[in-house]
C-alpha cells in the first residue's frame, strides 16, 4: 500500500464514520423509516466525496473495486462500532454480515462508476 493508497484509505473511513455518526444522530432526533436510507447515504456522500478526490485520481485503474470492497469492508466494521457506542444496535450475524458488505460494496462501485463517467 503507497502513501496514497493509506491517505484516501483513512480519509475514506474519516469521512465514512462521521456522516454515519451524523445519521445515527439524525435519525435519534427526526425518527426517519427505514434507517438503512441514512446508512446508505452516508456511504454515497462519503464515495462521491472520494471520486472526485487527488487521492483517489492517482490511484489509477483498480480505484473503483478497491474502494468498493474497502467500502464493504468499513461497512461491517462500522456497525461493530455502532454496537459498542450506542445502545439499542445489535451485532449482526455472519450472514447479516457478508450481506452488508456485498450491498455496500456494490452501491460504493456504482457511485464510483455513475460519478466518473463523462456525460
Known amino acids: 500500500m503507497n502513501n ?27 425518527g426517519f423509516k427505514p434507517v438503512v ?13 472520494m ?9 489509477g485503474v ?3 473495486l478497491f474502494f468498493a470492497v474497502l467500502g464493504g469492508i468499513y461497512a461491517v466494521i462500522i456497525t461493530y462500532f455502532l454496537v459498542i457506542l ?5 451485532s449482526p450475524s455472519l450472514f447479516e454480515s457478508i450481506v452488508s458488505f456485498l450491498f455496500n460494496s456494490v452501491v460504493v462501485y456504482v457511485t464510483i462508476f455513475l460519478s466518473t463517467q463523462k456525460t
Open 4 to 30: 496514497a493508497t493509506a491517505k484516501a484509505s483513512g480519509l475514506f473511513f474519516l469521512l465514512y464514520f462521521t456522516l454515519i455518526l451524523a445519521s445515527v444522530f439524525i435519525n435519534k432526533i427526526f
Open 37 to 49: 436510507g441514512l446508512n446508505v447515504a452516508a456511504l454515497v456522500i462519503a464515495t462521491l466525496i
Open 51 to 59: 471520486a472526485r478526490s487527488r487521492y483517489v485520481k492517482a490511484l
Open 62 to 64: 483498480c480505484n473503483p
Open 86 to 90: 450506542f445502545e439499542g444496535f445489535i
